[in-house]
């Protein structure tokens, strides 16, 4: 069952990042820890706000796009609406980048900090169509929020 799986996840992303506080060692580590654990997927990683733009951060999977306009494709919609993003087929996305024409499917989850503040959008790829549903971006909130909640961002510095 999907929910037993992401509740040993959160679990082992509570213990894996119990009492570290590096934003990117945090984020490293948590895309390390989804890719290997979630089935189906090809791509996970982490895009963080400069300016206007989305920059490449920590990731799992093969090279990716470097950056992504606020507002463009899945990961700066997300960003620019701070609401989470199921896509089932990212074809029938518009405006959809397409930085590794395996992906089928996509969730992206916005990354905000405890004070308010966007960071970046936690993105995740799939070359199944339909890998990700409801059901995942609720669950995948929870592992945000763990992240979140462990991280001290240079920000708040």
Known sequence: MKNTDYRMLQRQLKSLLEG???WLANLANTSALLFSELEDLNWVGFYLVEGPELVLGPFQ????????PLGKGVCGT??????????????????????????????V????TPGDVLEGVLDMDSPLLARFDDDDA????????????????????
């Open 109 to 112: 989850l916005p990354l905000i």
């Open 78 to 107: 997300a960003a620019k609406r701070r609401e989470a993003i199921v896509v089932p087929n990212v074809h029938d996305f518009p405006g959809h980048i397409a930085c590794d024409a395996a992906s089928q499917s996509e969730v």
């Open 20 to 22: 570290e506080t590096h």
């Open 61 to 68: 999977g093969k090279t990716a796009c470097v950056r992504i």
């Open 138 to 157: 609720r669950e995948l909130k929870v592992i945000v929020d763990i992240l979140m909640s462990s991280c001290r961002w240079p920000s708040s510095f």
